[in-house]
Nanobody, 115 residues
Framework: QVQLVESGGGLVQPGGSLRLSCAAS????????MGWYRQAPGKQREPVAT???????NYGDSVKGRFTISRDNAKNTVYLQMNSLKPDDTAVYYC?????????WGQGTQVTVSS
């Protein structure tokens, strides 16, 4: 079965940086479109960044210029480098993989930006 496991979340001060990782198994990782989504309490889950199998990326407007998504197909891992973090970035961050009509989600990792 496909399994996605996020790691790297935690508490960081405004202006700080954090790198999230999502390790995938049970899938042909290189064939999947991967993405990061986030959900804050009381808010709708929103897309943060996606990366295609070929490395093409898209970002949500609120994170453009601050976040970078990347993937290492040899390690079956997708990353989210988060810089210049703001309190509004506080959320549970979820990893998603998609291929064809199938979609898979990780369990999420908490990111808290606070002074």
């Amino acid at each position: 079965q496909v399994q996605l496991v996020e790691s790297g979340g935690g508490l960081v001060q405004p202006g700080g940086s954090l790198r999230l990782s999502c390790a995938a198994s049970g899938m042909t990782f290189g064939s999947f479109v991967m993405g990061w989504y986030r959900q804050a309490p009381g808010k709708q889950r929103e897309p943060v960044a996606t990366i295609s199998s070929g490395g093409s990326t898209n970002y949500g407007d609120s994170v453009k210029g601050r976040f970078t998504i990347s993937r290492d197909n040899a390690k079956n891992t997708v990353y989210l480098q988060m810089n210049s973090l703001k309190p509004d970035d506080t959320a549970v961050y979820y990893c998603k993989g998609r291929v064809g009509g199938s979609e898979y989600w990780g369990q999420g990792t908490q990111v808290t930006v606070s002074s």
